[in-house]
């Protein structure tokens, strides 16, 4: 079963501009990790943050978590038409090794 | 490292057939998983392995499917008598676990099935 909802469900955009995806969740968590899928190159690990942590940076990629609202966020900074993909975020409930994922957020880089 | 790959990438059955994916994992890996999914949708969790050992089944694992990773290494997913609702993408994962954390998967290419 899928975990929460991702908001916004799709996002169109300009390159250079910045890119917010939200993703809720209902479970306590070990850690919350966000992956990208396209066509070309499958689904491929971003970041990994976990549940005593609050904020993490790879790149231009900011996450952050909040646990007491069971939220998180992925902030892609001065996006490029590369970064057209789809955006999940996935869980790792505690106790658990297996990753449950929300419905994903569908971003499109205009050049 | 040559990642996680998959065989076949793509299979189309009958309805009533049975099919079989394989997955190869990172080889230093000791956790593998199988997981689903559909268009527009997230993937979903089938079933995962400590090595040779499954601990973990999810309620869409049905009594059609059966997954096996004989010697911990490659692992296989048979479905028995497909229905059209199995047509999906299936993604195979592996991930090197600590006893006590977890960290990220890395998926393989998928196979898509699609049955007829």
């Known amino acids: 079963s899928q975990q929460g909802e991702e908001d916004p469900q799709a996002l169109s955009i300009q390159e250079g501009e910045n890119a917010t995806m939200n993703c809720s969740y209902k479970?306590?968590?070990?850690?919350l990790q966000w992956y990208r899928q396209n066509s070309g190159r499958g689904l491929v690990h971003l970041i990994l943050?976990?549940?005593?942590?609050r904020e993490k940076h790879s790149g231009r990629l900011r996450v952050t978590l909040d646990t007491s609202k069971k939220s998180s966020s992925l902030l892609i900074t001065a996006s490029r038409a590369a970064d057209t993909a789809s955006y999940f975020c996935a869980t790792v409930d505690t106790g658990r090794r297996a990753l449950t994922f929300g419905s994903g957020t569908r971003l499109q880089v205009q050049p | 490292d040559t990642g996680v790959s998959q065989d076949p990438r793509h299979k189309i059955t009958k309805r009533g057939q049975n099919v079989t994916f394989r997955c190869d994992p990172i080889?230093?890996?000791?956790?593998l998983y199988w997981y689903r999914q559909t268009l527009g949708q997230g993937p979903e969790f089938l079933t995962y392995f400590q090595n040779e050992a499954q601990l973990e089944k999810s309620r869409l694992l049905s009594d059609r499917f059966s997954a096996e990773r004989p010697k911990g290494s490659f692992s296989t997913l048979e479905i028995q008598r497909t229905e059209q609702g199995d047509s999906a993408m299936y993604l195979c994962?592996?991930?090197?676990?600590?006893?006590?954390?977890?960290?990220?998967?890395?998926f393989g290419p998928g196979t898509r099935l699609t049955v007829t």
């Open positions: 943050i976990r549940s005593n942590e």
């Open positions: 080889s230093e890996h000791n956790r």
């Open positions: 994962a592996s991930s090197l676990d600590s006893f006590t954390d977890s960290y990220e998967q890395y």
């Open positions: 479970t306590s968590i070990n850690n």
